[in-house]
């Protein structure tokens, strides 16, 4: 028998920072084409192709915002008065883009099923601490507070050792089903993307670093089941 082929679609994510720990996305689709894979023998159709298309790059994008937020840069937050520690546990959080918990929870919620999501929420560290909280001001407004175990004592995020880019990544679509996709992800080593030599020449493929995620359609909805990175 002949190996069926399988719809995929490469899709690049560029990356623009605007300031220290904000980046803005800018996704697009570069290419679709048929390739040929024992593991992956489903073909859906044109119709669910395209909407496996369109919430993947949502996906990925909303994916890696989670992965900065939570592991990698954490989100800018505000020094207490001639460096104390917080007494109430909590740095302010200051930020643009997520002004209360319900901002940064939307974002999780809506990107993972609801178990991952929880866990990213409230344990993703496996501490069983919050990475961020609800906060209160005297005024009474409510806004974030980042937990102070997870700022260093140089009042920095205490991210994770990470040695890859999500800058000019790559994601390969795999569907497994109607209602199931793997999307593979190339990871470039950090410290080859701000190279001008590699952008003439080409990265060694064999530096880069494979993630795979995996797309579920729950309620109607499409969700990642784990955070990648």
């Not at 990356?15 to 894979?37: E, M």
């Not at 994770?160 to 800058?167: H, K, L, P, Q, R």
């Amino acid at each position: 028998m002949s190996k069926k082929n399988t719809a995929a679609t490469i899709a690049t994510i560029v990356v623009a920072v605007l300031a220290i720990a904000t980046t803005l996305f800018l996704l697009y689709q570069t290419s679709q084409q048929q390739i040929q894979d024992n593991q992956y023998n489903y073909v859906p159709s044109d119709e669910i192709n395209e909407e496996m298309n369109m919430n993947a790059v949502t996906l990925i994008k909303n994916n890696c915002e989670v992965f900065r937020i939570y592991l990698q840069y954490g989100l800018p937050h505000q020094a207490e008065p001639y460096n104390n520690v917080p007494e109430d546990g909590y740095y302010t959080v200051k930020s643009d883009s997520y002004k209360t918990i319900s901002d940064i929870e939307t974002l999780v919620n809506s990107t993972f099923v609801e178990k991952e999501a929880k866990r990213i929420l409230t344990n993703i560290n496996g501490d069983n601490v919050a990475v961020y909280a609800e906060e209160t001001d005297d005024d009474g407004n409510k806004g974030i507070g980042l937990d102070v175990s997870m700022v260093d004592e140089n009042g920095r995020f205490k991210s994770i050792d990470y040695n890859y880019t999500w800058s000019n990544a790559k994601f390969m679509l795999h569907p497994k089903s109607n209602t199931e996709c793997d999307i593979i992800v190339e990871l470039n080593p950090a410290e080859e993307t701000s190279s001008a030599d590699n952008t003439s020449s080409g990265s060694d493929s064999s530096n880069t670093k494979k993630v795979t995620a995996n797309m579920l359609k729950v309620n109607g909805e499409w969700r990642l089941q784990k955070l990648a990175y």
